[in-house]
């Protein structure tokens, strides 16, 4: 057990539709990542937030955006869903933001299945 | 061309084997990281390194910066290890964001 929970497990909705995946970090980590896992694409990078601030973002699409609250549990709203939505979506933490020092842990993942 | 490839794709092996998984990037990096995700979908960090090598248990992983390249090693084979493992790396210069490769799915028969 990483730490790390996300909400929900599994995830089935219908094209067009809007979800949230949620996500608590570790105990103490301000840095939250979200990745996307296609079957097609495999593993690539979203977005990045620190201590509710956004850090970076990757291969993100406009219909989806992100928060962290001041809680620093995060967010991954996914709109106007399309089939090659359908994906793993991880979450990841640790504790700053220094390069290279802290390693990520991950989530379970959420497994979106768009019909 | 991808920044992160991995080799073999696929490896088959038989219990008690001595595996190993290769990794190759094109970038500077500062961090290397090595995952390994199991059928049901879930990820754990094998090891994050910089330089040198890291062992824990049967698994060795080892960097090479001026070569850009990464091995992980896996001694005395179990049916257990079967899995993916995927080599991620942090560029330089880009938040500890990783960038993956596309993944070794390990198949260790008894």
């Known amino acids: 057990d990483s730490g790390v929970t996300q909400t929900p497990k599994h995830l089935i909705t219908a094209t067009g539709q809007r979800v949230t995946l949620r996500c608590s970090p570790r105990?103490?980590?301000?840095?939250v990542y979200w990745y996307q896992q296609s079957l097609d694409q495999g593993l690539q990078f979203l977005i990045q937030?620190?201590?509710?601030?956004?850090?970076a973002k990757g291969n993100i699409l406009e219909r989806f955006s992100a928060q962290q609250f001041p809680d620093l549990h995060s967010e991954l709203n996914l709109s106007s869903l399309e089939l090659g939505d359908s994906a793993l979506y991880f979450c990841?933490?640790?504790?700053?933001?220094?390069?290279?020092?802290?390693?990520?842990?991950f989530g379970p993942g959420t497994r979106l299945t768009v019909l | 061309k991808n920044e992160v490839e991995q080799s073999p794709q696929n490896l088959t092996a038989q219990e008690g084997e001595f595996i190993t998984i290769n990794c190759s990037y094109s970038?500077?990096?500062?961090?290397l990281h090595w995952l390994q995700q199991h059928p049901g979908g879930g990820i754990v960090s094998l090891f994050m390194?910089?330089?040198g090598k890291k062992k824990h248990g049967r698994l060795i992983a080892t960097i090479n910066i001026q070569e850009k390249h990464s091995s992980l090693h896996i001694t005395a084979s179990h049916p257990r290890d079967s899995a993916v493992y995927i080599c991620?790396?942090?560029?330089?210069?880009?938040?500890?964001?990783?960038?993956f490769g596309g993944g070794t799915r390990l198949m260790v028969k008894p």
């Open positions: 990841a933490s640790r504790k700053g933001l220094a390069e290279g020092y802290n390693e990520q842990f």
């Open positions: 105990s103490g980590d301000l840095s």
């Open positions: 937030y620190y201590n509710g601030e956004e850090r």
């Open positions: 970038v500077g990096i500062s961090a």
């Open positions: 390194l910089s330089s």
């Open positions: 991620a790396v942090a560029p330089n210069n880009a938040g500890n964001m990783l960038t």
